[in-house]
């Protein structure tokens, strides 16, 4: 399966400010995704990335508030904006794993950014 | 509606004993997939199993065993001896595999498990 490398693990940064997560796969994928978490709560789809093209946002997500680059096949970032104690989170990228012969790895996730804004 | 439900917020279960983890989903595609996540409080997401809505037999990794009964809608992720590193968050999710959502991951609330020694 796809090994994702995702950075910053944690942060906490003033509201207002801008913080740009990085994930970088080791193997090259058509799609990668973006997701949030927050306190408590199950994982929410905030966008898919196409290599070439714009981010599909789901309902609710706007690019404005979180703008996400897909620069190659192997690389991806999610900035969130002009933020405020509602965006502290933790923030998760995903990749799906192709079958490995007989077995399915399902989809990989980077450790996670771990976000306090204050 | 696609949608998956998990009506378990937290567990607690004996070091070494079985556990079931409870998770029922509602779709009307014929063809999806079926998943279960671990999360610890590091935050990480953990695959542990999958089950195709085509495979005849349950799948089964390890420890792990998901219990899937199509008419009724429901995927259980059964953990076998339960180990204390087994304390984490459980995740069911499900991914279309027609229709406008494929590729995307739909998550249950999850279920909070706590195994005692």
């Known amino acids: ?118 | 509606a696609q949608k998956i439900t998990q009506t378990q917020p937290g567990m607690f279960v004996q070091e070494k004993e079985a556990v079931t983890l409870d998770c029922t989903y509602d779709t009307s595609d014929p063809s999806y997939g079926l998943f279960w996540y671990k999360q610890p409080s590091s935050g990480e997401m953990i695959f542990l199993i999958y089950q195709g809505s085509y495979d005849q037999q349950n799948a089964t990794e390890g420890r792990y065993s998901l219990n899937f009964q199509k008419a009724r809608k429901s995927a259980n992720l059964v953990i076998s001896a339960s180990q204390l590193g087994d304390s984490a968050m459980y995740f069911c999710a499900m991914r279309p595999f027609y229709g406008g959502a494929t590729n995307k991951l739909i998550f249950g609330t999850g279920t909070l498990l706590a195994v005692q020694p």
């Open chain 1, 1 to 118: 399966s796809a090994v994702i490398s995702q950075k910053p693990s944690r942060d906490i940064c003033q509201r207002g400010t801008s913080l740009t997560i990085q994930c970088q796969v080791d193997s090259q994928v058509t799609m990668m995704f973006w997701y949030r978490q927050q306190p408590g709560q199950s994982l929410t789809l905030i966008a898919t990335a196409n290599q070439g093209s714009e981010a599909t946002y789901e309902s609710g997500f706007v690019i404005d508030k979180f703008p996400i680059s897909r620069p190659n096949l192997t690389f991806s970032t999610l900035t969130v904006s002009n933020m405020s104690p509602e965006d502290s989170s933790i923030y998760l990228c995903s990749v799906d794993s192709p079958p490995d012969r007989d077995n399915y790895y399902g989809y990989t996730f980077g450790s996670g950014t771990r976000l306090t804004v204050v």
